[in-house]
């Protein structure tokens, strides 16, 4: 018989299933195309054909006289409307040291087309087969000028423009490292390694292609958008302020399931935009549907990385230094990451798990006549640790070196740790060498041989691959709020801004409320993904669990005798269906929160503690009785935000594992002090 409370059984750490799935696997999930239709008008988005056209003239006469077809927009029309432009983050500098300059990324193309699938036109008509149909009778008289698609192509001399204010096509370069010391230390290498690397580009293909519902609230006036968003919060700002210039509380975005993002679902998309444009245009429901196509040639695109890599080695396989030179295409247009991909975020793990002090990394972003390039399956992380582990692979080949032996010569040590690279970024933790011990024997490394022999008597090739990899997660946003709401009916509501799409986010946030506040997991429930009861930074970079979870965990701190007041008086407003709301403090280092305490009588708690706690000792009941009231139990957790994490934390001495209390309580297995 498990004598456990519900909390404990279910609680964090717990294996259960998921809380979303039997909804999602029953045709129960809410999906934007699962929406009614409602009266809604369709809109289809016209798009260029061509790489690099001036746009001569549009001609939409005859689409207009079709049947259903309500209006049809182009450039022209959102420029005579006022309305703005797609922002990207113009921080960085072009090699003259002059600021970045980009063309500016409207909803639809106004008089130059950059890219093949840039939308040029919309039309919004009863059904969406008439809205396709009346966009095939629309006649654009275009003049066709030379591209480049290519971004190694498009820094070379008298490669066509992209835009007439960067000729050379270059948005903007980084430099890292010390690049005389690096030449010195290969003048006098003992092994030379060069490599030419290609991360090519990739088309997003998520489960479910984007989708965008929009309309006008009757009673308020406002405007209300169905979208698939990873970041709600920001789709709104840049829809309200960027796109339409209105107030951002006049907006609000309602982000239902999500059929798969991996980042290609972040921020605002052109289609977006001209759904909420029309829908305020003509007072109507408003709803798109993007197919296959529309994600091939308009959704955000991945990599598009080409890399010279190399490496100056001593006779014992050493690195002495490590050079990089990259170009990352950007597209036509700069989304919000397609500078910082290339140029920041890939640098920071250029190194990965190595100790290789003496670097310089040289990387341009560079504009290409192709569709645009930001966050996608990594954001430039896989791309850059390809690069050093393919060089340690032929460094071992030549040299004559086993490659685990290479790497281990290289590896961090754990003596070395906490670890600084050569572009700044800590590592607080890793045994990278026992790791590797551990994946040789669990793949029965030195079996390889027999295996591949009896696959050659078959026919077959037989191969092996080795690397380490690890990843800079939480896109230096350490700031995300939560709220908890408690209903009359005895309900506890949490309300956040970051946003599922798969992740399982609803079964692990409920478990941390359960286990914070002491209650069943099956009274609780997690709102994601509408801009009125919660906003955040969003869910990028994997950091939704490692900020957005550390914000729950921010009502299960330690406290002190006040702390434990308001945590009562706290408990008792849940039943009177009151909010409260924790925020994450600038940088995630320092938090503080006070842990609601059930609002048990002292009799029925000192039960509760003898049933669960019939094994412990006396002192240790005292301990843990003194901790649920309150006593001196405040501390300061730390978090070393935007640090590289290798999957293991430290513990203060005396700690247990959980993190939750004094060392007495490791010896009650199964429990955490503070909840009852």
């Known amino acids: 018989m498990n004598i456990l409370p519900g909390n404990m059984r279910f609680g964090a750490g717990q294996p259960v299933k998921r809380l979303e799935d039997q909804r999602l696997v029953t045709g129960k999930g809410h999906f934007i195309d699962d929406k009614p239709q409602d009266g809604a008008l369709w809109l289809h988005v016209l798009r260029s054909p061509h790489a690099h056209a001036n746009i001569k003239s549009i001609d939409a006469k005859t689409a207009l006289e079709m049947p259903g077809v309500k209006a049809v927009y182009t450039g022209a029309d959102l420029v005579k409307d006022d309305i703005g432009t797609?922002?990207?983050?113009?921080?960085?500098?072009?090699?003259?040291?002059?600021?970045?300059?980009?063309?500016?990324?409207?909803?639809?193309?106004?008089?130059v087309v950059r890219y093949a699938g840039e939308g040029v036109a919309a039309v919004v008509a009863t059904s969406r087969v008439l809205a396709q149909t009346a966009a095939e009778a629309i006649e654009i008289d275009?003049?066709?000028?030379?591209?480049?698609?290519?971004?190694?192509?498009?820094?070379?001399?008298?490669?066509?423009?992209?835009?007439?204010?960067?000729?050379?096509?270059?948005?903007a370069a980084m430099s890292y490292g010390d690049a005389a010391k690096v030449e010195e230390a290969f003048a006098n290498a003992a092994h030379k390694v060069s490599l030419d690397l290609v991360s090519q580009r990739l088309v997003p293909s998520a489960m479910e292609p984007r989708s965008t519902i929009a309309e006008i609230e009757k009673k308020t006036g406002r405007l209300i958008l169905h979208v698939q968003s990873q970041t709600p919060g920001s789709t709104r700002d840049l829809l309200a302020e960027s796109i339409l210039k209105r107030p951002k509380d006049s907006v609000r975005v309602l982000v239902g399931d999500i059929g798969g993002g991996f980042g290609q679902k972040t921020s605002l998309y052109p289609e977006d935009g001209i759904v909420a444009y029309a829908a305020t245009k003509l007072n109507e429901k408003i709803r798109w549907r993007g197919d296959r196509t529309?994600?091939?040639v308009g959704g955000t695109h991945g990599r598009d990385l080409t890399s010279t890599g190399e490496f100056a080695l001593d006779a014992k396989g050493r690195v002495l230094a490590y050079r990089v030179r990259s170009i990352g295409g950007t597209g036509a247009y700069s989304s919000g990451t397609a500078n910082i991909i290339p140029l920041v975020l890939g640098p920071f793990v250029q190194t990965g798990v190595?100790?290789?002090?003496?670097?310089?990394?040289?990387?341009?972003?560079?504009?290409?006549?192709?569709?645009?390039?930001?966050?996608?399956?990594?954001?430039?992380?896989?791309e850059a640790v390809f690069i050093v582990e393919r060089l340690f692979d032929a460094a071992a080949r030549q040299i004559g070196m086993d490659p685990r032996t290479i790497r281990k010569v290289n590896y961090i040590k754990p003596a070395q740790l906490p670890y600084t690279n050569a572009v700044g970024q800590v590592y607080d933790s890793g045994a990278f060498a026992h790791m590797l011990e551990r994946a040789s024997d669990l793949a029965d490394w030195n079996g390889f041989a027999a295996r591949k022999k009896a696959a050659k008597k078959k026919g077959l090739l037989y191969g092996r691959g080795l690397t380490s990899y690890i990843e800079w997660t939480g896109g230096r946003a350490h700031t995300e709020k939560v709220s908890l709401h408690a209903t009359a009916e005895g309900r506890v509501i949490l309300w956040s801004g970051t946003m599922a799409m798969g992740q399982g986010l609803a079964t692990t946030y409920t478990q941390m409320v359960?286990?914070?506040?002491?209650?069943?997991?099956?009274?609780?429930?997690?709102?994601?993904?509408?801009?009125?009861?919660?906003?955040g930074f969003g869910s990028v970079g994997s950091r939704s669990l490692f900020v957005g979870g550390t914000a729950v965990c921010g009502?299960?701190?330690?406290?002190?005798?006040?702390?434990?007041?308001?945590?009562?008086?706290?408990?008792?407003?849940?039943?009177?269906?009151?909010?409260?709301?924790?925020?994450l403090p600038h940088g995630g280092r320092h938090r503080q929160a006070h842990q609601p305490v059930r609002d048990r009588g002292q009799?029925?708690?000192?039960?509760?503690?003898?049933?669960?706690?019939?094994?412990?000792?006396?002192?240790?009941?005292?301990?843990?009785?003194?901790?649920?009231?309150?006593?001196?139990?405040?501390r300061d957790r730390r978090h070393a935000g935007g640090a590289l994490h290798h999957g293991r934390r430290r513990r203060r001495r005396g700690q247990s594992d959980a993190g939750d209390g004094a060392g007495a309580w490791r010896r009650c297995p199964g429990h955490r002090p503070g909840v009852v």
């Not at 480049?148 to 948005?171: L, M, T």
């Not at 990387?363 to 430039?380: D, E, F, Q």
């Not at 359960?514 to 906003?535: E, R």
């Open 603 to 634: 009799g029925e708690r000192r039960k509760a503690l003898g049933r669960e706690r019939g094994q412990c000792r006396r002192a240790e009941l005292a301990e843990r009785h003194a901790y649920l009231r309150g006593r001196d139990r405040s």
């Open 142 to 171: 275009y003049e066709v000028l030379p591209s480049v698609v290519d971004p190694v192509e498009a820094i070379k001399p008298g490669a066509p423009a992209v835009w007439p204010e960067a000729p050379d096509n270059i948005v």
């Open 555 to 583: 009502l299960d701190q330690r406290h002190d005798q006040q702390g434990a007041r308001q945590g009562l008086q706290f408990a008792g407003s849940l039943r009177r269906g009151h909010r409260v709301s924790r925020r």
């Open 354 to 382: 190595y100790d290789l002090p003496l670097v310089h990394f040289e990387v341009k972003s560079v504009m290409t006549h192709t569709a645009p390039v930001g966050a996608y399956r990594g954001a430039g992380r896989p």
């Open 514 to 535: 359960a286990d914070t506040l002491g209650i069943s997991m099956d009274k609780i429930d997690v709102v994601q993904g509408d801009t009125d009861l919660a906003t």
């Open 294 to 296: 529309d994600e091939f």
């Open 86 to 111: 797609l922002p990207t983050l113009a921080i960085f500098k072009r090699p003259d040291g002059s600021p970045m300059t980009v063309p500016p990324r409207r909803l639809l193309a106004h008089e």
